[in-house]
């Protein structure tokens, strides 16, 4: 799987919005990019994937670079309960199962 | 439903104990997933099951055996293990791959924390 690089650590405040950066300058063009996140004492879940476009859900969006070789996400009002661990995860169209977990970010959402 | 659960929360086990990890799901996912995860580190994939086959298996030590006894359930059995395999042992499912696209996003449990005396 193609590598991502993300900040090991970022911080915010209460109501505000996060922007999550991920470089994935090595990607090609059938990979997905994929956020998971883990909340303390829990298993990952999953937040939100993409291709090419930019793509909303009711827990964040994903903003795409046109050239693909970084995406962002946005949380649009940080809550406390939004403090976890952001994996940025590339996964291969024709792969069907592999998640390759890498250091992710570390967000601290201030009160 | 949209759980997967896992039992036990907690296991303490000497190193010449044998011991199992369950994982239950009833999405109908046919596609089902062990990870370790060591304090402060990403979680590393260990084994997945397709079609309660085994389809991966990331050069994991004979002392951990998988085993899918039906499309509900995964079990991880553990013997002689070594304080080293202390971690938390997540188990999560998902659906198989859409036509032209990855497979279903995962869905995980809370984890087993297995500590190795």
């Known amino acids: 799987d193609a590598k991502t690089t993300q900040p090991n650590s970022m911080e915010s405040n209460e109501e505000e919005p996060v922007h999550l950066p991920c470089n994935h300058s090595t990607i090609s063009g059938t990979d997905y990019i994929h956020w998971y996140r883990q909340l303390p004492s829990q298993g990952p879940e999953y937040v939100i994937h993409?291709?090419?476009s930019n793509v909303n859900n009711r827990m964040a969006s994903l903003a795409i670079a046109e050239d693909r070789k970084s995406s962002t996400l946005i949380l649009h009002r940080a809550t406390l309960r939004d403090a976890a661990v952001y994996y940025c995860?590339?996964?291969?169209?024709?792969?069907?199962?592999?998640?390759?977990f890498g250091k992710g970010t570390l967000l601290t959402v201030n009160p | 439903d949209t759980e997967v659960t896992q039992t036990p929360k907690h296991l303490v086990m000497g190193m010449t104990n044998k011991k199992s990890l369950k994982c239950e799901q009833h999405?109908?996912?046919?596609?089902m997933y062990w990870y370790k995860q060591k304090a402060k580190k990403p979680p590393e994939l260990m084994f997945v099951y397709s079609y309660e086959k085994l389809s991966i298996n990331e050069s994991v030590p004979s002392r951990f055996s998988p085993e899918c006894p039906n499309s509900s359930l995964l079990n991880l059995h553990l013997h002689a293990l070594q304080p080293e395999d202390s971690a938390l042992y997540l188990c999560?499912?998902?659906?198989?791959?859409?036509?032209?696209?990855?497979?279903?996003?995962?869905?995980f449990g809370p984890g087993t924390r297995l500590t190795v005396l």
């Open positions: 999405m109908g996912h046919r596609a």
């Open positions: 999560a499912s998902s659906q198989l791959r859409l036509a032209g696209g990855p497979a279903g996003e995962q869905f």
């Open positions: 995860i590339l996964r291969q169209g024709g792969s069907n199962y592999k998640l390759t």
């Open positions: 993409g291709l090419t």
